[in-house]
């Protein structure tokens, strides 16, 4: 008989952990909070599309639903920048066939949802808050939020996939002698602005680009939705700093604020007023902790044990990886879930922990670095040395277009810092780098020192 | 009429700001989960003494007790460090009037609670547990350990004294919106060991010094009790690394271990083998957070929002300073609490955060470089550039011996670091650095780059 498995959470990752585990031939219930999207469609409003990239592709190939979201997938093949006058400059991510992919939050969680919900071994049940594991039985309590209904799960296992304000999480900091956790919000929110598509049908926008607004302390991005609209995100300090959200605070003050920095969106943004006094502002977490794991009763995964800022696209990604991972180690380790566990709790949460360095640090180079000619020069270098050197791989495509753990990819990003320190220095570098012996003799002598990295 | 005061925690800090407040004329109320220990008495086994310094004496001179704390007190004038050969070594904190004070944790907060209670506007409530606070409402629940009752008290404002994992920090954290927290242990445990006076009824070690025991990876250190006794406590990894606490479980193992890293202790310890099995393994937590109130309504003081580690002696001394600053805020804006309480949480959770990394990175002095030649030779040489430009004061000492605010310390410590690689590589150091002209060139150098610090 195998295990019964109770996953509390069914967003995204909890779902797809749920059909890696069906498939398996687990007992699986799963509990989630809201009711069943299929039925009560999702809000919207906030985080309304996502970035897939490779490290996401392939959880969804495992799940066998890597083609049809494909289909509804927009390819963004490079940022698009727009400065204040309105000038659009293009910088590709990676290759040509190099992608990262817009896909909608709901159209996906829905699709997991249905495919997880055929196997018979399966089982949702919606509408059910978490009120807390005991960890040490591998029980959990839920109540109804309409009827109030009070149940008590036990399982053989639970895995606590209920996101950054994760209930699971909670009865581990509780249970655990030593459990190390930080919260941390960055001093910005961000608000979404909602752009139509055009008269006839089509993208306002060029619809295979992420589009960035990029104006040092503060940015606004735009990702392409296959109805042909984009959704717009302004990320912007909450106070003290000008221009901050409350700063604007009159009509006058928000179209001064768009006037001055945003000038070329607003005819995109219809309802910019409406939208912007309506709209929530809402907060940017990073969260980190350890361990994850209580023996080998209780795991928490994604966004309930390393919630990140969203400016590398890697929330969603890094937590599909989890269960790859986590996948990958039940064949290695032949269903011993102590064993599984243990590992992933042993290996994964240093490279948590840089995929959140990773994306704070993005943050930086998206408002701000993207527009710097040294920035620019730098990506070009690098795309250079690539294809002379395939075995360079800049740290964005590491990030984005490799399945190299992302604490290597992190040591790897502070080494090309320093390659570029040096070589960004020389004389005339900008116009002279290409077939500089200079700049030949420092990539090459930088190159001995590297580990070769595992891109499989 | 002068606002209603709840100070939730009758520990070192509440204890001593409740005097202060009530020294003003505010009408006070005290509420503490303990039984009054003027009557309990107070539970030894754990943190029985402590190291007041500078920042300490100056908050019980503000509360009238310095005298009669002094009295109880023993001076420690610098470490005295046992080699695993039983030899000694003796390294002054400062100068010869220079000293940290061993005091008795209970004694001292029994002395803080009888001078409070000598007040009409200020009242103890002992046995109450807080089960959390109403911010908004600046009202806060408990219950009493004993009888059960419940009890809601209505204040003007709320002081938060309740230690590390605080009660009204966890409501804080439920009703400020972008809380930011971390809770962070150190894979260590202490446990401590009672070393009894000698038959005569001395002390067994020299009373007037910190001893130490560094063994690199981990460390025994002893401070004198008035007793005559000393209190042992070992500081040892939890597990992983040999040896580590569950590596010493049988007899045989414990002696061997003493036998090996601490002969000269084992004869002062009579009960060693008892002790090490029954006394708990406590761990060392550091808590961050910020921020530190909720409007001028409530605000969380010492352990409660900036636990440390006790590798600095500064856990105390923290907490006390915070309650010098504050009753300097309320002379400086006029008792305006609204000020006073932004001004607090403005200047002061950057220094509560230097001064958890000085206490992380002296647990790594204090079980490792203590030993090393190379840390001595920069302690001498510290000493001597302090002899001839008072002004240039050793790190130590800023932290230890002066009012200088911990972040700026800690910023003169990283810039000390800088100063002492360039002079500690210079060839025959450890025996021509007096005198040196090319000594004494670097450090004129790096004199007049430094901002002058106010040592007040």
């Known amino acids: 008989m195998k295990d019964r498995i109770l996953i509390v959470g069914a967003g995204l990752v909890g779902s797809l952990w749920a059909v890696l585990l069906a498939k398996r031939g687990y007992q699986v219930e799963v509990f989630e909070l809201r009711n069943d999207p299929r039925k009560a469609g999702f809000k919207g409003g906030r985080s309304i599309n996502l970035a897939m990239s490779d490290r996401g592709w392939k959880a969804m190939e495992r799940a066998g639903i890597k083609d049809t979201i494909r289909q509804q997938a927009i390819p963004m093949r490079g940022r698009k920048m727009h400065d204040t006058a309105g000038q659009l400059t293009f910088q590709p991510y990676g290759d040509q066939d190099q992608a990262i992919y817009s896909v909608s939050r709901g159209g996906l969680n829905i699709e997991l949802i249905d495919i997880a919900d055929q196997y018979d071994n399966l089982k949702f049940h919606f509408g059910y808050k978490c009120l807390g594991v005991v960890a040490e039985e591998a029980k959990a309590h839920f109540e109804h939020r309409d009827t109030g209904e009070h149940l008590t799960v036990n399982a053989d296992r639970i895995f606590g996939t209920d996101g950054a304000f994760s209930a699971v999480r909670r009865s581990l900091m509780k249970a655990l002698p030593r459990f190390n956790y930080s919260q941390s919000f960055l001093d910005y929110g961000y608000k979404e602005l909602h752009i139509p598509p055009t008269t006839d049908g089509k993208h306002a926008l060029d619809p295979n680009a992420l589009h960035i607004w990029p104006r040092g302390q503060f940015m606004m991005i735009a990702l392409p939705n296959v109805d042909g609209s984009f959704t717009g995100t ?121 995929i959140a360095d990773l994306a704070l640090r993005n943050f930086i180079e998206m408002r701000d670095k993207v527009a710097d000619p040294k920035f620019l020069l730098r990506k070009e270098i690098a795309a250079h040395f690539n294809k002379i050197y395939p075995e360079f791989l800049p740290l964005y495509s590491q990030v984005t277009f490799s399945h190299i753990p992302y604490s290597e990819a992190l040591e790897e990003g502070h080494a090309q810092d320093a390659l570029f320190e040096e070589i960004l220095v020389l004389d005339g570098i900008e116009h002279n780098w290409k077939d500089n012996p200079e700049v030949d003799r420092i990539f090459r002598k930088w190159m001995q020192g590297r580990p070769v990295l595992a891109t499989s």
Not at 240 to 260: R, Y
Not at 270 to 276: A, G, I, Q, R, Y
Not at 293 to 311: N, T
Not at 325 to 342: F, K, M, S, V, Y
Request: aromatic share 12%; charged share 20%.
């Open 234 to 354: 302004l990320f912007l300090a909450y106070e003290g700093q000008t221009p901050a959200f409350d700063q604007l605070n009159t009509d006058e003050e928000i179209m001064a604020f768009f006037q001055t920095y945003f000038a070329d969106a607003i005819p995109l943004i219809p309802n910019l007023l409406e939208e912007f006094r309506e709209n929530p502002t809402s907060s940017l977490i990073t969260i980190r902790c350890s361990p994850w794991r209580y023996e080998d009763k209780v795991l928490i995964m994604g966004d309930a044990s390393h919630a990140i800022v969203p400016f590398y696209g890697q929330g969603m990604n890094s937590g599909f990886e989890d269960c790859t991972l986590l996948d990958e180690l039940i064949d290695a380790h032949d269903g011993n879930w102590a064993e599984i566990i243990e590992a992933f709790n042993h290996s994964r949460i240093k490279d948590a922990n840089a």
